[in-house]
């Protein structure tokens, strides 16, 4: 342990390890001055936020309910940027998550979403057979070795029909820059991400191990996922793929395929955009240029930015398996994230983000007196393509 | 009392979706596809463990069918259950209701030192509910078919439920050894313990009986202990939605959703 | 072979259990009435009622009106409340007394608790569930449809050696025959051997009615932004189809309707049997709770709105124009149907 918690009080008991163990540590070195407490986004639309010192203390205790906070938490990360310690917040909250699993202190619907993962392979219950339904009507094949990359569409992309409609441009534009490529269809499993973020670690090991098989043995090198959240896991949980391995998140590759002259936006796309950055790109993967780079390249799209972006972006409320779990009227984030967004004078707030999307656009109606629309940065990068100027028909509806 | 039994059986279905006739044989393909346990099967075991969790005692999970059926009985320890029984024989195959409920019954006397026995609503695949009544029957106990909020009433011997009925409910009590059938959906089933995970598939208490471990009537399991028998299957038409759009005044349009409703009115 | 407790050679007729609940036949017996009077035509086999419950030879003439030619009345106090232990033991009684060929029971709650039981008891097969029934040409053999597998399959069971050949018969899938109020028929009245030590169980509460699950409902009508807080339609159509309301997640954040009615992904996770889907536009959040409907219908003003993707019956219109109509024609359709 690197240094011992203030609060000995509390601290120095057997009931620590326990916490402990099961945070991996990451809650020792906090030293109890409140700062995370003060800056979670939670006091934006609540009067209490996450305390991740009181919740550690609860969970010591075994104190009834000490899990509840816990839940809430949407590991956006802004906390743990600020902690002067470099507590690993996350680490923690998600380790009190699966000390909650083991003693059975989970949300409902939670339990369910685990045995869909592992019945059907993904997070809404779907057949697998069903997955690869989005590309229906356009030539997207299986992966090959020798395909410059392959597509991981994820959960959202392949099911949710909103965000299919993503995966679609986005392939459009792969088609256009004559990009190989292809996908593991049916047989593409879950990146894991539900899993690790609610706190069910030794599934997640298990996931990974089996996942991690598959790839190699379909000889993946490139891969490009459409979710930040599929990304990161790749990217940064995935310690047995490496060699040659190469995660991407699309914003990242389209910005390649710009650059090295393969895609180009030749048509004027006179549109007022402000980017939302989801901080599974920014803050927790320092992804904010490559994004905003992709819309400059688009000639006659002007950016504007809201006054909360890139490494300080106001997160939508949908990480942390928040997606699966209710959250009241007048405490999304995602509300107060589409105001700033109208207050720009944007017309469109474009993201990259499956569960931004969904959670911004079911905010349409608090900014239903603007013109705004919530966009993908692949359906604008595909508009620009097409040198169609219209958004309606492929933005999202108004309320 | 001593420490509370509770059995729980449980079916290992095939996703109904992955589910097609052979055009020629017209049998019904089972092979190669993807499996899962009887949804409602994991409400009963849910209920049995947390039973066991407010009064001790233990769980033990029975099931019926072919040696792959093991990896799913994993599954149950891991979720809690303290030992599994298949009962698995080639004699058992192309049992109905009656030789089902039958051969389950026996396994179960053998196991012995029931109080509780709780079966899902009914299975995905087969869908008759028959099941449970059953073993009660075979077994000579009470039964609560569609069951939840189900409490075991400890020094009186009884059990407490309340029961689903069409438009209504009602709460019954029953003496222990009871047999309870318990509706879908009636909780939400948790996820398995990796470590207990981890244990079932290394040493999990697994065992596994042919007929001749049960003492059963050789007449009267699998084939020929089937009363009914298939006379033919068919795949229903695909359950694709028929996005039929409807014309017309709303009055016209009201009157061809009611002509085309009339099944649900 | 198991063998049933008595055999073909000794039996004849088609009965029909006439649930009763409360003093009040279910709609699904006299379905089976008629059903098994249109098996009977053209062959001279007698369709015999069955009756258990507490003073309910009233009933009877019901069953006649509806196609029986006779009904046989088991009245005993002990059978006022179903119960599986009675109710088996008095229905055993009545088959060995009268030995049908065939019985046929509604795939109620209480019918497949009974019929489960009856079958063993008697030893004899069941097909449970049934969707269609049939009489076999040349042998006269009961054939029942049913679906398995999600609805996936259907399979065609018969039961060619025990007696009686048992089957329940889901309701709504056959109509309710005309009364014909002139019909003859005999009504008998048999013993019932029952004592209090015969029945296990005890019914401590019995309740019509039950408050909101939205999960159980076999139908649902449901609302979203669209109804614009005035659900008065909804909550008619819903009364009207004894089913429930539900509604999308913008009802419950503008406090027209409460929680527990929402549907969707991080609402409640539904399978009606019938959804009536009003101004909501589909989203992928909602669409997940409803999406294990057997049958979809969709209103919604936007000919573009996701939803109609989803649904077997789509109607491009304004709700507070559609639904007027379709609560009148409900009503009409119903009337004729003798309601259930
Ligand atoms: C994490 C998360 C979880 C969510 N969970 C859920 C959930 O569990 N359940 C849920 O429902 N939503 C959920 N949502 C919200 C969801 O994304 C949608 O925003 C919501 O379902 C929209 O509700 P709606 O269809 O009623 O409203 P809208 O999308 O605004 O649609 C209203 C529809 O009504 C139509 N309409 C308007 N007037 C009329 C009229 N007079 N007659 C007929 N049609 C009319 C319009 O054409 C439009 O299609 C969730 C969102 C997030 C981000
Ligand atoms: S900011 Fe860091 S040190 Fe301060 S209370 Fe939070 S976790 Fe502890
Ligand atoms: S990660 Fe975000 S939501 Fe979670 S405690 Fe930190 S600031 Fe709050």
């Known amino acids: 342990m690197a240094s011992q918690p203030v609060d000995s009080v509390f601290l120095e008991d057997a009931t620590w390890e326990r916490v402990d163990k099961a945070t991996g540590g990451a809650a020792a070195s906090c030293f109890q001055c409140g700062v995370c407490t003060a800056i979670c986004p939670w006091g934006l639309v609540k009067e209490e936020t996450i305390s991740i010192r009181k919740i550690v203390r609860q969970a010591q205790l075994g104190l009834p309910g000490w899990s509840d906070g816990l839940w809430l938490c949407t590991t956006c990360l802004w906390c743990e940027s600020r902690c002067p310690h470099e507590v690993d917040i996350t680490k923690a909250s998600l380790g009190l998550r699966r000390l909650a699993w083991k003693e059975r202190q989970v949300p409902p619907g939670l339990p369910t979403l685990l045995w869909n993962i592992y019945f059907d392979g993904n997070a809404w219950g779907r057949p697998p057979s069903e997955r690869p339904l989005w590309a229906k009507g356009m030539a997207v094949k299986e992966f090959a070795p020798g395909d410059e990359i392959l597509l991981y569409v994820g959960d959202d992309a392949a099911y949710d029909r909103r965000v299919q409609k993503v995966a679609r441009a986005l392939v459009s534009l792969l088609e256009a820059a004559g990009v190989t490529f292809g996908t593991l269809g049916e047989r593409e499993p879950s990146s894991g991400d539900p899993v690790r973020s609610v706190g069910h670690e030794e599934y997640l090991a298990e996931m990974i191990d089996a996942n991690a098989r598959l790839f190699q043995e379909a000889g993946v090198k490139t891969m490009v996922t459409i979710s930040p959240h599929c990304y990161d896991m790749f990217a940064n949980r995935y310690p047995n793929l490496s060699g040659g391995f190469r995660p991407l998140h699309y914003s990242q590759y389209l910005l390649e395929l710009i650059e090295n002259g393969r895609l180009k936006f030749e048509k004027k796309l006179p549109l007022k955009v402000t980017y939302h950055d989801p901080c599974y790109l920014s803050r927790r993967n320092d992804i904010c240029d490559e994004p905003r780079q992709v819309l400059r390249s688009i000639p006659g799209l002007e950016l504007l930015e809201m006054e909360r972006s890139r490494q300080d972006t106001l997160c939508c409320g949908g990480g942390g398996g928040r997606m699966w779990m209710e959250t009241a009227g007048g405490e999304r984030f995602s509300d107060l994230r589409m105001r700033e967004a109208a207050e720009t004078g944007a017309e469109v707030v474009v993201t990259c983000c499956p569960h931004c999307l969904s959670c911004l656009e079911a905010s349409l109606s608090v900014v239903a007196e603007s013109k705004l629309r919530v966009m993908d940065l692949a359906e604008v990068a595909h508009l620009a393509l097409q040198g169609r100027t219209a958004t309606s028909d492929v933005a999202s509806r108004r309320p | ?265 | ?340």
């Open chain 2, 1 to 265: 009392m001593r420490p509370l039994h509770i059995i729980a059986c449980v079916k290992v279905v095939p996703k109904p979706e992955e589910i097609r006739v052979d055009s020629e044989t017209w049998t019904i393909q089972r092979d190669g596809v993807r499996s899962e346990i009887n949804p409602p099967d994991m409400n009963a075991l849910e209920m049995a463990l947390a039973l066991k969790e407010q009064h001790g005692g233990r769980v033990t999970v029975v099931a019926m069918g072919p040696p792959t059926f093991v990896l799913y009985l994993r599954l149950a320890l891991a979720m809690g259950a303290d030992e599994a029984y298949l009962l698995s024989d080639r004699a058992f195959a192309g049992a109905d209701t009656l030789a089902t409920s039958y051969t389950l019954a026996q396994g179960i006397r053998k196991i012995g030192d029931y109080d509780l026995i709780l079966c899902g609503e009914e299975s995905s695949d087969g869908a008759t509910a028959q099941v449970p009544p059953g073993i009660a029957e075979w077994l000579n106990t009470a039964q609560i078919t569609y069951a939840e909020d189900l409490e075991v009433l400890p020094g009186s011997g009884m059990v407490k439920a309340r029961r689903e009925l069409t438009g209504g409910y009602e709460v019954i009590q029953a003496p222990l050894p009871c047999v309870a059938s318990v509706k879908a959906g009636a909780n939400e089933p948790r996820f398995m313990d990796m470590e207990r995970k981890a244990w079932a598939e290394a040493e999990g208490p697994l065992t596994v009986w042919t007929a001749t471990d049960i003492d059963v009537d050789p007449e009267m399991i699998g084939l020929p202990g089937s009363p009914t028998i298939v006379d033919g299957v068919a795949q229903a038409e695909a359950s694709e939605r028929k996005r039929e759009f409807l014309a017309g005044t709303p009055e016209e349009q009201a009157q061809a959703l009611v002509e085309r409703l009339r099944a649900y009115l």
């Open chain 3, 1 to 340: 072979m198991t063998k049933s407790l008595y055999g073909a050679q000794e039996a004849s007729a088609i009965w029909v259990y006439l649930e009763q609940n409360q003093g009040r036949l279910t709609g699904v017996s006299l379905e089976l009435v008629g059903k098994a009077r249109e098996l009977t035509d053209g062959r001279s086999i007698p369709l015999v009622g069955v009756l258990l419950g507490d003073q309910v030879s009233g009933l009877a003439q019901e069953a006649i009106a509806a196609g029986a030619d006779e009904v046989r009345v088991a009245d005993h106090p002990l059978l006022r409340q179903y119960t599986t232990d009675g109710y088996t033991k008095a229905f055993t009684e009545l088959i060995l007394a009268g030995k049908p060929d065939i019985l046929l029971l509604g795939a109620t709650p209480n019918g497949r608790d009974l019929a489960g039981r009856l079958a063993v008891r008697l030893r004899t097969g069941l097909t449970a569930d049934c969707t269609d029934l049939r009489l076999e040409e040349d042998t006269g053999l009961l054939v029942g449809e049913v679906t398995g597998f999600g609805g996936g399959i259907l399979a065609y069971i018969k039961c060619p050696d025990n007696r009686p050949q048992m089957a329940t018969v889901r309701p709504g899938v056959f109509a309710v025959p005309a009364p014909d109020g002139a019909r003859q028929g005999k009504v008998v009245s048999v013993p019932v051997n029952l004592a209090k030590e015969d029945i296990k169980v005890q019914v401590l509460e019995h309740v019509d009615g039950q408050g909101v699950d939205i999960t159980r409902a076999q139908v649902l009508v449901a609302a979203g932004r669209g109804c614009q807080g005035d659900l008065a339609l909804i909550n008619e159509l819903a009364s009207l189809l004894d089913g429930e309301v539900g509604v999308s997640r913008v009802p419950v954040d503008e406090g027209w309707a409460s929680r527990d009615r929402m549907i969707g992904q991080t609402g409640y996770v539904t399978r009606p049997k019938l959804a009536i889907v009003c101004g909501i536009s589909g989203a992928f959040q909602f669409s997940v709770g409803i999406e294990k409907a057997e049958t979809i219908v969709a209103i919604n003003t936007d000919a573009e709105a996701p939803i109609f993707e989803q649904a077997d019956y789509c109607i491009v219109d304004d709700m507070f124009d559609v639904l007027p109509p379709l609560i009148e024609a409900v009503k009409r359709a119903r009337g004729g149907n003798g309601g259930r």
